[in-house]
């Protein structure tokens, strides 16, 4: 098992320029997790989704959409990029039967210039 | 509503030392708390856990840490530091939620010298 993978690792962006962080998981999770790091603080959540077809907000979604149209893939769309949404992005997924646990990707790290 | 406070934004240790890694945290129901470690350009790997049953719980690599709910409190700890431990480490709570969101601190990072 892969277990789940983050594309790209790294990527500028230009203000206004859109993008789609790619998440993927092959553990058959149900529950999967879009977080964002910024310097010198947790992790704090954007999205999540408890399976495909569904998804809802988390603590600071403005500015991102999200999809889930598979168990495996959990895209993060941002439309119009803006230097606040600089940061380093993790996705997470975990299963039905294990409720505590989430397991994270190596992240992406975003640059908006 | 959860929240996490971790008491020091770096920590650093000498090469054999304990390590201790302070956490409280805020909730209105019984916490599921959890550490998790940062190692440099890699994701969060959980080092341990505590749901229910004993409060000192152990982890990988040697740590564990002790849930005291009196002292709101789940402060990791390490009895002699390897170099490899640098590291960030992030304490977190379970909202305990039908999603089961996790509320991370802010994180700890440790460093470890000779």
């Known amino acids: 098992n892969a277990g789940v993978t983050q594309t790209p690792k790294f990527r500028i962006l230009k203000i206004g320029q859109s993008m789609t962080l790619q998440c993927t998981q092959d553990?058959?999770?149900?529950?999967m997790y879009w977080y964002r790091q910024d310097p010198g603080m947790g992790l704090k959540l954007i999205y999540y989704?408890?399976?495909?077809?569904?998804?809802d907000k988390g603590e600071v979604p403005n500015g991102y959409n999200v999809s889930r149209s598979t168990t495996e893939d959990f895209p993060l769309r941002l439309e119009l990029a803006a230097p606040s949404q600089t940061s380093v992005y993790f996705c997470?997924?975990?299963?039905?039967?294990?409720?505590?646990?989430?397991?994270f990707g190596p992240g992406t790290r975003l640059l908006v210039l | 509503a959860q929240s996490v406070t971790q008491l020091g934004s770096h920590v650093s240790v000498s090469e054999g030392a304990l390590v201790l890694l302070r956490c409280n945290y805020s909730?209105?129901?019984?916490?599921?708390l959890f550490w998790y470690v940062q190692y440099p350009n890699q994701g969060l790997q959980l080092l341990l856990k505590?749901?229910?049953?004993?409060?000192l719980v152990k982890g990988i690599n040697g740590f564990e840490a002790e849930f005291k709910k009196s002292e709101t409190s789940f402060h990791l700890t390490k009895p002699s530091a390897h170099m490899s431990d640098a590291a960030e480490y992030f304490c977190?709570?379970?909202?305990?939620?039908?999603?089961?969101?996790?509320?991370f601190g802010a994180g700890t990072r440790l460093a470890v010298h000779p």
């Open positions: 909730s209105s129901v019984p916490p599921y």
């Open positions: 553990m058959n999770h149900n529950y």
């Open positions: 505590y749901t229910t049953g004993a409060t």
């Open positions: 989704s408890v399976g495909a077809g569904i998804t």
């Open positions: 977190a709570v379970n909202d305990r939620g039908g999603y089961n969101k996790l509320i």
């Open positions: 997470a997924s975990r299963s039905l039967a294990d409720k505590e646990t989430q397991y």
